[in-house]
């Protein structure tokens, strides 16, 4: 099992930044891919941003040029640094973690972003 905990959500204006964090325990050794993914009222949670052991990263259309994803392997942590924030971003931020056999889910962080 692998356990996720999130931080560094809050309240911004548009324009400013965000920097999530989210740090991984347990079986560290068996992650394959970690990722960011959203959920905003009334819509289906969506891929943020993932990045792979293999060294792969994958951004959503919608946050390509304004969201990094990067990290930590000594921390075992990911980050995910959110610039030129929009108000279509405000939605829970879940950290996540994929294993061969699982998929394990942080309990979220909600990010609001004030027009």
């Known amino acids: 099992q692998v356990q996720l905990v999130e931080s560094g959500g809050g309240l911004v204006q548009a324009g400013g930044s965000l920097r999530l964090s989210c740090a991984a325990s347990?079986?560290?050794?068996?992650?394959?891919?970690m990722g960011w993914y959203r959920q905003a009222p009334g819509k289906q949670r969506e891929l943020v941003a993932q990045?792979?052991?293999?060294?792969?990263?994958n951004y959503a259309d919608s946050v390509k040029g304004r969201f990094t994803i990067s990290r930590d392997n000594a921390k075992n942590t990911v980050y995910l640094q959110m610039n030129s924030l929009k108000p279509e971003d405000t939605a829970v931020y879940y950290c996540?973690?994929?294993?061969?056999?699982?998929?394990?889910w942080g309990q979220g962080t909600q990010v609001t972003v004030s027009s």
């Open positions: 347990g079986l560290i050794f068996s992650i394959n891919a």
């Open positions: 990045s792979t052991r293999a060294g792969s990263i």
């Open positions: 996540n973690a994929a294993t061969l056999n699982s998929v394990s």
